[in-house]
């Protein structure tokens, strides 16, 4: 008879399988005590959980740590949400956690989660209602207890980024019977008296130690405060309704502290940067008004009625320069003319002839003999000359043929 023989490997994958599909397994929670816990370099934490009848391995991943909100330690009474797998290569199963709460908080925590639906559904967590924290406040109240790391820590926070910002601290019952009526009472008198913004918290502790900040009576008067609140309650992985109420969220009182009192060396710096770069606009503007000032002057200069004036006297000036020597141009072309005016005149005078020799014949009536034909035999002319006249007889007249 044939017999079925599995490998190892496919045994191990087929418990796995079963408690896959096993629903219960895949999200259950387990309550036992921390033993054998050891934090690994990766950042996992391996741990096993027991009670009086047995063991089970347990790991939390890592990428899980979020669902953890305090450091385990041996002998503590937990509760380990999470799925239950098998580990194929040793063969094993164990407790894959993704969320770890100490015993004793499930109740809590399901108190803490039905007011927080509650107060979601209110409208109480919306972002319309939170106010803005004023960026410069000189009178910040704290409602914490008066002896403790947190008081200290905002204290000397505050002191070291301005040592002139007003702490005005009431002493709140912040755990244990009262807390949450002293609380109250502080966020009241804080907000009558006008403080710039208020500062609610104190130091990290268990789930039991905050629950005065989970209490509904808080979270209203949070909510009613008609000045700004800052919620800094435990440590950066707590979480409290007074977180989700308040106007602002600090992950520890140290940086509330840091939210709610301005740095005031940084102010200074930057107010001499400001000032600096006004200093340097201002120049620039003063340089520039300067010029369009010195360009309005020169302009204004040249409008002025005397520079104007100046500008046609120097024009009129040029002007009796130019006529000046287009009139001595004009009387030397004009006095060239004339001479040669003259000269001609002079080569046409009948005096210049006379001058050169030639002389002026007249027949007895006075008229200018010009031909011979004009005259005859016995006539008497007058011939004229340059200092006199000679009266002569025609006795003989010859005619000349000139080609």
């Given at each position: 008879?044939?017999?079925?023989?599995?490998?190892?490997?496919?045994?191990?994958?087929?418990?796995?399988?079963?408690?896959?599909?096993?629903?219960?397994?895949?999200?259950?929670?387990?309550?036992?005590?921390?033993?054998?816990?050891?934090?690994?370099?990766?950042?996992?934490?391996?741990?096993?959980?027991?009670?009086?009848?047995?063991?089970?391995?347990?790991?939390?991943?890592?990428?899980?740590?979020?669902?953890?909100?305090?450091?385990?330690?041996?002998?503590?009474?937990?509760?380990?949400?999470?799925?239950?797998?098998?580990?194929?290569?040793?063969?094993?199963?164990?407790?894959?956690?993704?969320?770890?709460?100490?015993?004793?908080?499930?109740?809590?925590?399901?108190?803490?989660?039905?007011?927080?639906?509650?107060l979601e559904e209110m409208g109480m967590f919306a972002p319309e209602y939170k106010k803005p924290i004023p960026a410069y406040a000189s009178r910040i109240g704290v409602v914490t207890a008066p002896t403790g790391a947190a008081v200290r820590d905002i204290i000397n926070i505050s002191r070291r980024r301005n040592p002139y910002v007003q702490l005005i601290l009431y002493p709140a019952q912040v755990q244990g019977e009262g807390a949450k009526e002293s609380i109250v009472r502080g966020i009241a008198m804080l907000d009558r008296m006008g403080v710039d913004v208020i500062i609610v918290g104190r130091g990290g502790g268990s789930m039991e130690d905050l629950w005065a900040f989970n209490e509904e009576e808080v979270a209203r008067a949070i909510f009613d405060c008609s000045t700004p609140v800052i919620s800094a309650v435990g440590h950066e992985t707590d979480t409290t309704i007074s977180d989700f109420v308040a106007d602002l969220r600090a992950p520890t009182p140290s940086a509330a502290a840091e939210l709610a009192v301005y740095d005031l060396g940084m102010t200074m710096e930057r107010m001499r940067?400001?000032?600096?770069?006004?200093?340097?606009?201002?120049?620039?503007?003063?340089?520039?008004?300067?010029?369009?000032?010195?360009?309005?002057?020169?302009?204004?200069?040249?409008?002025?009625?005397?520079?104007?004036?100046?500008?046609?006297?120097?024009?009129?000036?040029?002007?009796?320069?130019?006529?000046?020597?287009?009139?001595?141009?004009?009387?030397?072309?004009?006095?060239?003319?004339?001479?040669?005016?003259?000269?001609?005149?002079?080569?046409?005078?009948?005096?210049?002839?006379?001058?050169?020799?030639?002389?002026?014949?007249?027949?007895?009536?006075?008229?200018?003999?010009?031909?011979?034909?004009?005259?005859?035999?016995?006539?008497?002319?007058?011939?004229c000359v340059t200092d006199g006249s000679i009266r002569a007889e025609v006795l003989e007249k010859k005619e000349e043929h000139r080609g």
């Open positions: 008879m044939a017999q079925n023989v599995y490998t190892v490997k496919q045994v191990n994958a087929y418990i796995k399988n079963m408690f896959t599909q096993d629903y219960m397994l895949g999200r259950i929670y387990v309550k036992g005590e921390v033993s054998n816990c050891k934090y690994h370099t990766s950042g996992h934490i391996y741990f096993s959980l027991k009670d009086e009848s047995g063991t089970i391995a347990c790991v939390m991943f890592a990428g899980q740590r979020g669902g953890l909100s305090f450091r385990m330690q041996e002998g503590q009474q937990v509760i380990v949400f999470g799925g239950v797998s098998v580990y194929e290569r040793s063969g094993s199963y164990q407790l894959y956690a993704r969320e770890i709460r100490l015993d004793g908080e499930g109740i809590l925590f399901e108190r803490f989660q039905a007011l927080k639906r509650e940067e400001l000032e600096g770069r006004m200093g340097r606009i201002l120049r620039q503007k003063v340089e520039l008004w300067r010029s369009r000032l010195k360009a309005e002057a020169i302009r204004l200069e040249h409008l002025h009625p005397r520079t104007r004036i100046a500008d046609y006297r120097q024009r009129l000036m040029d002007l009796e320069d130019q006529m000046r020597t287009r009139a001595r141009r004009t009387l030397l072309v004009t006095r060239h003319r004339m001479e040669l005016y003259v000269e001609r005149m002079k080569a046409l005078s009948p005096l210049e002839k006379l001058n050169q020799g030639y002389a002026y014949v007249r027949t007895q009536d006075g008229k200018a003999l010009r031909s011979i034909h004009k005259t005859r035999q016995g006539d008497v002319l007058e011939i």
